[in-house]
């Protein structure tokens, strides 16, 4: 029984990007997947965020003699687009900040103060 309730709020925060995020993303066997970074971003904006925004992100990353490099597309659902290209030492830092973009891309713009 205890299994299940410590499985229980990971698989719920996995369908929350998911729900949100088509993600096609291409990387190395050693490097952070797709599933990974929808993980991350759940983890990044925390179990009561919450958004109507939709993406639909295309992304991939490189290995390269100096680095990998990250190439990340996305576009929201009312034709918001963005592109970023990073430099990362590593794949694992390559990843993280495809999340990273991604759940900024998904938080909804502060209000502005009165």
């Given at each position: 029984m205890w299994t299940a309730l410590l499985?229980?709020?990971?698989?719920?925060?996995?369908a929350s990007a998911r729900a949100h995020?088509?993600?096609?993303?291409?990387?190395?066997?050693h490097c952070p997947?797709?599933?990974?970074?929808l993980r991350a971003?759940?983890?990044q904006l925390g179990p009561d965020f919450q958004t109507s925004t939709q993406l639909q992100a295309r992304g991939r990353v490189?290995?390269?003699?100096?680095?990998?490099?990250?190439?990340?597309?996305?576009?929201t659902a009312t034709g918001a687009e963005d592109q970023r290209r990073?430099?990362?030492e590593s794949?694992?830092?390559?990843?993280?900040?495809?999340?990273?973009f991604l759940a900024l891309a998904l938080?909804?713009?502060?209000?502005p103060a009165a």
């Open positions: 499985l229980w709020p990971a698989s719920l925060a996995f995020v088509q993600l096609q993303f291409e990387a190395p066997a997947q797709a599933q990974d970074i971003i759940d983890s490189i290995a390269r003699a100096d680095g990998y490099l990250l190439e990340i597309d996305y576009a990073v430099q990362a794949c694992i830092a390559a990843g993280q900040a495809a999340a990273l938080a909804p713009a502060p209000s």
